[in-house]
């Protein structure tokens, strides 16, 4: 067979978290011929196969993966259609997410602005439904072109179909369809998109009322910048835990909890910022709030840490971390977490290669 195999490939160099055991065997597919000959020698072989995309979302086990890494490296950035309103552009599933924006935003194109600097690739960014600032990959989808391991071709999916939800998709936790590319439908003519207060608060510092495309390009840049972990200097996974989106009832819940357990100031806190994140349907209450008043910033388990300016970020410090401590420090954050608030913390990054019994071992509460 015709692909470039490599045995016991360190993972932990395709990661931005920097930690993790080796993929078995390894290769990089830059074309729907090679993601179909990896797949059919991992089947001949009875090897099972992970999809790795910029590595940006996950936790690779310390023993790594036991079967056949397909890391995608699809290019090309190609208008299909273009006319006075938008453009209908085709991205390679392995494009560098950030490129894409930086491209969109560079020829006026609206819609993917507020998701500039997230790590990883076009395939990840599906996959995960990504988002910051109020937009997500959902909101610009116009197909997604898979490539379906079941029957072996490939096959085109409208958004419609991809079950996009908060940070999740019908690809997610899905093994049967490979991303080879996504047609994104971007506006000429757009409109800022700008209600949440770091962003506010950014303008307003520069007295700008009207921002252009590239200003906003610039803001969330800086305020990113500022607020998070460069993976070249100290590995991360980005967000590691789902914010809370609540219902009526569960926030009263919560808001039970956090009166019984913490002060007036405390409870006060939780109302001022219920309303402070516009989600349509639900009360969104970031995470990081919650780790804050449980105390947990700084909080560490071995070289495994959380991260000082936002704790919902879990960081390895000096590349010294395993992935067990950072497993260990999960377990110890979400029992914290439990125990104040009632809340049951939930996982935004994908775990690779670990056994179904360590997995509940690290999430019994
Ligand atoms: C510092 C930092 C900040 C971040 N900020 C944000 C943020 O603001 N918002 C946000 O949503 N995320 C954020 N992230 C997380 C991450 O960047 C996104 O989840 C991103 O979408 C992951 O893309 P990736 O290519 O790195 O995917 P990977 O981590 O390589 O893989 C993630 C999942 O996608 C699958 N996958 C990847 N490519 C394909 C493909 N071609 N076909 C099928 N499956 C595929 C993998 O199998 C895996 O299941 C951040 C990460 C870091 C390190």
Same mark, same amino acid.
């Given at each position: 067979?015709?692909?470039n195999?490599e045995?016991?490939v ?5 990661? =931005? ?6 993929a078995?065997y /390894?290769?990089? !597919?830059e074309?729907?011929e090679d993601l179909?000959?990896? +797949?059919s ?11 790795l995309g910029?590595g &940006?979302?996950l936790?690779?086990s ?9 890391q995608?490296?699809?290019?090309g950035?190609e ?11 085709k991205?390679?599933?392995?494009v560098?997410?950030?490129?894409v924006?930086?491209h ?11 998701m500039?600097?997230?790590y990883? =690739?076009l395939?990840?960014?599906i996959?995960?439904?990504?988002g910051a600032?109020?937009?997500?990959i959902?909101s610009?989808?116009?197909? +997604? ?6 029957v072996g ?6 958004a419609?179909?991809?079950h996009?939800?908060?940070r ?5 936790n899905?093994e049967?369809?490979?991303?080879i !590319?996504a +047609?994104?439908?971007?506006?000429k003519?757009?409109?800022p998109?700008?209600?949440?207060p ?5 303008? !307003?510092?520069?007295n ?10 610039t ?6 910048q500022?607020?998070?972990?460069d993976?070249?200097?100290l590995? &991360?996974a980005g &967000?590691?835990?789902?914010?809370l989106l ?20 405390t409870?006060a *806190?939780?109302?001022?910022i219920?309303?402070?994140f516009?989600?349509?349907?639900a009360?969104?209450i970031? =995470?990081?709030?919650i780790?804050d +008043? ?5 909080e560490?388990?071995g ?5 000082e300016? *936002?704790?919902i970020?879990? =960081?390895?410090?000096?590349? !010294?971390a395993t992935?067990?401590?950072?497993m260990?420090?999960v ?6 977490? /439990?125990?104040k608030?009632g809340?049951?913390?939930?996982m935004?990054?994908?775990l ?7 997995i ?5 509460l």
């Amino acid at each position: 067979m015709n692909f470039n195999l490599e045995e016991n490939v360190p993972l932990k160099n395709l990661t =931005t978290f920097h930690l993790g055991g080796p993929a078995r065997y /390894f290769v990089v !597919a830059e074309n729907l011929e090679d993601l179909k000959s990896s +797949v059919s020698w991992a089947k001949e072989k009875e090897v099972p196969v992970f999809v790795l995309g910029g590595g &940006s979302n996950l936790v690779v086990s310390d023993i790594g993966f036991p079967g056949l890494v397909i890391q995608v490296k699809i290019a090309g950035l190609e208008i299909l259609h273009e006319d006075e309103e938008q453009v209908l552009l085709k991205v390679g599933a392995g494009v560098r997410w950030d490129e894409v924006v930086d491209h969109a935003v560079a020829c006026g194109w609206w819609g993917i602005e507020n998701m500039s600097l997230i790590y990883g =690739t076009l395939g990840g960014i599906i996959v995960q439904n990504a988002g910051a600032y109020g937009t997500e990959i959902a909101s610009v989808v116009n197909h +997604v072109e898979i490539y379906d391991r079941e029957v072996g071709e490939a096959k085109e999916f409208f958004a419609d179909d991809c079950h996009f939800g908060y940070r999740s998709s019908l690809f997610q936790n899905n093994e049967r369809y490979l991303i080879i !590319a996504a +047609v994104l439908e971007l506006k000429k003519n757009g409109t800022p998109n700008i209600k949440y207060p770091d962003v506010i608060k950014y303008f !307003a510092e520069k007295n700008i009322t009207v921002p252009s495309l590239s200003d906003i390009r610039t803001a969330i840049v800086s305020i990113r910048q500022n607020k998070l972990p460069d993976p070249e200097v100290l590995g &991360s996974a980005g &967000s590691f835990f789902k914010n809370l989106l609540l219902t009526p009832e569960e926030y009263q819940n919560l808001k039970e909890k956090i009166t019984a357990n913490f002060n007036a100031e405390t409870v006060a *806190q939780l109302e001022g910022i219920k309303n402070k994140f516009p989600v349509v349907g639900a009360i969104k209450i970031p =995470t990081a709030w919650i780790l804050d +008043v449980c105390g947990l910033k700084g909080e560490r388990v071995g070289a495994a840490v959380v991260y000082e300016k *936002q704790p919902i970020i879990l =960081t390895n410090q000096d590349n !010294a971390a395993t992935a067990d401590d950072i497993m260990n420090l999960v377990k110890k954050i979400r029992q914290t977490v /439990f125990a104040k608030t009632g809340v049951k913390l939930e996982m935004e990054p994908e775990l690779v290669g670990f056994g179904q019994k360590e997995i509940d071992g690290y999430f019994r509460l």
